[in-house]
């Protein structure tokens, strides 16, 4: 062997250094790759999860996992004292009247009225409000226009439960009880009418007085201008027909405040219907007149609907003298209007109600008006008071002339009347 090449120990020993030198990069590369998939799943899991537990907290199938604070408590306790023992036990009448219009007796009557709209339904979270304490929120609401907050701390409920009874109240009201409180009367009770208006104004045939008043609404910022009346506030037109013991026997609510009273008329369902109404003709300085209707000189003369003589310098004193008695006649629907708000302060103020919602509040305040009228509930002069003093904040507009000609049948029927009228005395005789 020559002294060059190495020998075959130390060849053998060469070799195996390589092999092991290999075997060592080999498991270190390896075990440098089984790290980085390892690690590659660990995060695609952990994405996986991720995704999951926002994706379960997103449909509430799973508790989020983001931070929540502690719940105080499940339900609020409220105080119902001064319902359940003030209210309920220790109420006089006057004092019933005070809160809620009417006395216990005849609020108890309208519970049983809207007992079908208003009774409380089966629950399982918590006991029911009953019935009586329902129509207690709802009546409160409408006496004192508070907010929904104040209303709910007194009767200890949520805000949104007085809001909520409010609502189906009103909407009841009109869906089944509005038409048997507010109906036209029949031939028979129109009569009846018609004589008690003569016998105290000495005018024939009147069954009813139309007249209109205008109640605050909140507007949608978009329709500020339909709604403002010619006193520049928002309202609707509350068109009313009343006879002569102060009661509506026929009421629209829906056109804004900038609706000329012609117009209301015209819209109305009255108007439409006007061939409907009793007719019972009676014969009056040889013309045979219907009964009518007595309007003021913003509507149109028609034959069942009779209002005043035009003003001019050469109007007759007979015309003078009709249109003086015309004008004692209309003071019964004054007289309704200044009760109806004197009870429903209501319709007194800009409420929180939508606009949409109004017109049923509106009519749901006729209706219980009628209810009081009708079971001799007084209004106390100290609500007329302040009602007095709230409506000076927003008076109501003038009177417009209607100046279209005249009906000719509506002009011989207001001939017949001033030629009846004039040998009566044009004294008018307190309302």
Not at 126 to 135: E, F, N, T
Not at 251 to 263: F, L, R, V
Not at 306 to 318: F, L, T, V
Request: glycine residues 4%; proline residues 7%; aromatic residues 10%.
């Amino acid at each position: 062997m020559s002294d060059g090449e190495p020998d075959g120990l130390s060849a053998l020993y060469i070799s195996y250094m390589l092999y092991l030198l290999l075997s060592f990069q080999m498991r270190s590369t390896l075990s440098l790759l089984v790290m980085v998939l390892n690690e590659g799943r660990r995060q695609r899991r952990l994405m996986l999860e991720c995704a999951l537990s926002e994706s379960a907290a997103m449909l509430h199938l799973v508790p989020s996992p983001l931070p929540r604070a502690p719940r105080k408590c499940w339900m609020r306790v409220r105080s119902k004292d001064w319902w359940e023992r003030v209210v309920l036990k220790e109420f006089s009448d006057a004092e019933w009247r005070q809160n809620f219009r009417m006395t216990r007796r005849s609020f108890d009557k309208i519970c049983g009225l809207m007992e079908p709209v208003l009774s409380p339904q089966d629950v399982t979270v918590r006991a029911p409000i009953p019935l009586q304490m329902r129509v207690a929120i709802v009546l409160y609401k409408l006496v004192s226009c508070s907010e929904y907050r104040a209303i709910a701390n007194k009767f200890g409920v949520h805000k949104s439960t007085v809001k909520k009874f409010t609502y189906s109240f009103c909407k009841g009201m009109v869906s089944s009880v509005v038409n048997k409180l507010i109906k036209l009367p029949t031939e028979q009770e129109a009569r009846a009418i018609a004589r008690r208006f003569e016998h105290k104004f000495r005018i024939p045939q009147v069954m009813g007085c139309i007249d209109r008043t205008h109640v605050p609404v909140l507007p949608p910022s978009d329709a500020f201008k339909d709604f403002e009346n010619g006193k520049g506030w928002p309202s609707y037109v509350l068109q009313a027909v009343v006879d002569d013991t102060h009661r509506f026997w026929n009421i629209n609510c829906k056109m804004p405040g900038s609706t000329q009273e012609a117009e209301v008329l015209r819209q109305s369902a009255l108007f439409h219907q006007a061939h409907l109404l009793p007719k019972d003709p009676k014969e009056i300085s040889g013309t045979s007149v219907n009964l009518f209707l007595l309007g003021n000189p913003a509507h149109p003369l028609t034959d069942w609907l009779i209002k005043d003589y035009p003003p001019s310098p050469r109007i007759a004193p007979e015309q003078q003298s009709f249109n003086l008695r015309l004008s004692c006649v209309r003071t019964s629907a004054e007289v309704a209007f200044r009760r109806l708000k004197s009870r429903w302060r209501v319709l007194l103020k800009k409420s929180d109600f939508h606009y949409t919602f109004t017109p049923y509040v509106v009519a749901t305040c006729c209706a219980l008006h009628n209810f009081c009228e009708s079971v001799e509930e007084e209004v106390d002069p100290a609500w007329t008071e302040d009602a007095a003093v709230l409506e000076r904040d927003l008076p109501q507009p003038d009177v417009v002339w209607y100046d279209d000609p005249d009906c000719s049948e509506g002009q011989k029927v207001r001939s017949a009347l001033c030629e009846h009228l004039k040998s009566s005395s044009p004294a008018c005789e307190p309302v």
